[in-house]
């Protein structure tokens, strides 16, 4: 019975296990095919695991079995904006437009469009659509924050991170962009126990270390953050972000040629 080793697969994914809880499904065996919710099951595993291409095709099959599900079609499209198909999204969003214009998959996956397209005023509204009907939609409160984050209104984004991390205290993109809201308003101690938790959480996160490293420089101590940062640019060579805080902290240690030198490395790698 499918059911029996779901249960079992969820038993494994609590304790971490997201690999040997996929296997455990069968998904691939052809003389039992799995039920569509069995698949949606092992596209959610597939992404804990950490392989996208195997979420987008169990999900993709998932729909296909049931086409008229309109959260299956809200997950394919959500899977498809991942994947960098919005065209493909887009036709499903407009689907979900003429069926249910007030689901909340409508205006998440339109929120998802919007905001990956640069629109942030109408990412903005359908983020806060779907927060209307569901508070505690942790996507859509990621994507509103981050756009009051980049329209000046870091207060608001502050309000919003705390209020998603009493929910969810392990999100790192919750406590991403927390930080960055205490930092903007220079509030760099929350933002320095902000980080702290994080970073216990993901000690070699780039994101999470250039933005200790930005902290360490507001607070007066470039060479901690030129230490950290000539880690982060070691790991991750293409971080355009993290050369530019590194000219920085260089720059603030007297080091005008090793400055200039991580700044035309952070505008080649941000050209475009």
Known sequence: VAAVPLAQAQLLA????????????KLDDSAAPPPWWALRAGR???QAAGDPELSLQ??????????YHLGLMGEYGEALVSAGRADDAAALRDRLRKQAPQFFW???????LQYRAGRN????AAALAVLKVSPEHAGSALIAAAIELRGGEPQLAEKRMEALLQKQPQSL??????????????????????????LALAPDDAGLLS??????????????????????????????????????????????????????????????
């Open 211 to 272: 933005l200790r490293a930005r902290s360490d420089l507001a607070t007066g101590r470039p060479k901690d953050a030129a230490a950290a940062l000539a880690k982060v640019v070691a790991q991750h060579p293409g971080d355009a972000d993290a050369w530019l805080t590194l000219a920085d902290a260089r720059a603030a240690l007297g080091d005008r040629a090793g400055a200039r030198q991580a700044l035309k490395q952070a505008a080649t790698l941000a050209q475009d």
């Open 106 to 112: 409508t205006h998440y996956l339109d929120a998802l």
């Open 173 to 198: 993109p919750a406590l991403r962009l927390l930080a960055q809201a205490q930092l903007r308003q220079g509030r760099n101690e929350p933002a320095t126990q902000t980080l702290q938790r994080a």
């Open 44 to 46: 959610r595993l597939a």
């Open 121 to 124: 005023a109408a990412a903005h």
């Open 58 to 67: 169990l999900v993709r099959r998932a729909h296909e079995a049931v086409p």
């Open 14 to 25: 609590g304790e971490g296990k997201a690999k040997e809880a996929l296997a455990l499904l």
